[in-house]
């Protein structure tokens, strides 16, 4: 409370099923995107997406099926997800919440705080994305 300046007042005053209904919506949010983040197998699609029949059904193109079964579980695990987390906390959350932070005025405790709140949970959200496989990486 002390390091962003919120009265004890104006906490009270706060809308909680708002705000926590909001948060678990942004969450699934994040948590989906944290699968591009830490999963090195969705950028097959952006390989083969000029391959002929792959804009129509990429589910039954040969080469996409073929490095799928070949590649389709590499750097799948709970500490490869950790890193890619770690990373993306700290080279696009940091600059972000470095940048407002700055500007608004707070200081470094601040920052530290939220940065280190956000990496944590990247790190975590990442690593459970990652290394969390059933049976195809693709599974349609």
Not at 89 to 101: D, M, Q, R
Not at 123 to 128: F, T
């Amino acid at each position: 409370m002390e390091a962003s300046g919120l009265a004890e007042e104006k906490i009270k005053e706060a809308n909680m099923l708002v705000i926590f209904g909001v948060s678990f919506l942004l969450a699934f949010m994040l948590a989906y995107f944290a699968q591009i983040l830490s999963i090195h197998q969705f950028s097959l699609f952006s390989l083969l997406i000029n391959e002929p029949g792959m804009k129509e059904n990429p589910i039954t193109n040969a080469d996409f099926l073929m490095m799928i079964e070949k590649y389709g579980s590499n750097f799948r695990t709970f500490h490869h997800g950790i890193v890619h987390g770690i990373f993306s906390s700290l080279f696009f959350v940091l600059p972000v919440l470095g940048t407002n932070s700055l500007f608004e005025r707070k200081g470094f405790k601040y920052i530290l705080i939220n940065v280190g709140y956000w990496t944590l949970t990247l790190a975590l959200m990442c690593g459970v994305v990652c290394g969390w496989q059933s049976t195809s990486v693709f599974n349609w």
